[in-house]
């Protein structure tokens, strides 16, 4: 570690090739950027780089976080090997044919997506707002500084899920179900700053099998 911590490149392998590009990289800017900011992303469908990406940072703090915090993290079922990279892939490697989603453009279309629209995608929620709006109106009466969270695999820790809702205002710990794997609470300052996180990742996917399933815990005051 100590002769990669000015290193800002990240290297990722063992990353689930059935996945097509352009969602890859929607899904693991929405994973890494909780790290710090991600200044580029390169993967490409090109056969001797699938199952590969390059994560650059714009600053070795973050890359150092990344690599501690989301080593082994459940990615598409599959748990993702990170190591430091010597460097970023070159333009040659990048050629048009392969050319990758800029971080400034993925970014605004992650925070449409896990706010607004929701497409399909790791990190990227499920468009179900119809859904969600009577889900809310439900839930106006009963809400609470505390979320029971539920569809998680079991593989998840509370490092990991913390990862998704610090980025909240107010948010205090997390804690998963040692006895009910899949399950977890997380707690707020207030019942405000809870719906905000609930609205904002309901129904976020976690892999192609999991999406988590979020609601006001009905043991808090």
Not at 13 to 34: C, D, I, P
Not at 93 to 105: E, I, L, N, V
Not at 116 to 133: A, D, F, L, P, R
């Amino acid at each position: 570690m100590e002769n990669c911590k000015d290193n800002t490149t990240l290297y990722i392998s063992n990353l689930n090739e059935r996945v097509a590009v352009n969602e890859l990289r929607k899904a693991l800017f929405a994973v890494f950027s909780q790290c710090g900011k991600v200044s580029d992303i390169f993967a490409s469908k090109r056969y001797k780089l699938r199952g590969q990406a390059w994560i650059e940072y714009s600053d070795s703090h973050s890359a150092g976080n990344a690599f501690s915090v989301l080593q082994g993290l459940p990615f598409y079922s599959k748990p993702m090997n990170i190591a430091f990279a010597l460097k970023f892939p070159s333009s040659k490697t990048r050629s048009k044919s392969y050319s990758f989603m800029s971080a400034r453009k993925m970014k605004c279309t992650h925070s449409s997506s896990i706010t607004t629209t929701k497409k399909n995608g790791i990190g990227v929620g499920v468009g179900k707002e119809s859904k969600e709006e009577d889900k809310r109106e439900r839930d106006e009466t009963t809400k609470s500084a505390i979320l029971s969270i539920k569809g998680l695999p079991e593989a998840t820790t509370d490092q990991m899920l913390s990862l998704l809702f610090k980025q909240f205002p107010g948010f205090q710990n997390v804690k998963t179900d040692s006895e009910k794997p899949g399950l977890a609470s997380v707690e707020f300052r207030c019942a405000a700053e809870a719906s905000t996180a609930l609205m904002g990742l309901q129904g976020f996917r976690l892999n192609a099998t999991h999406t988590m399933e979020i609601n006001y815990s009905n043991s808090a005051n």
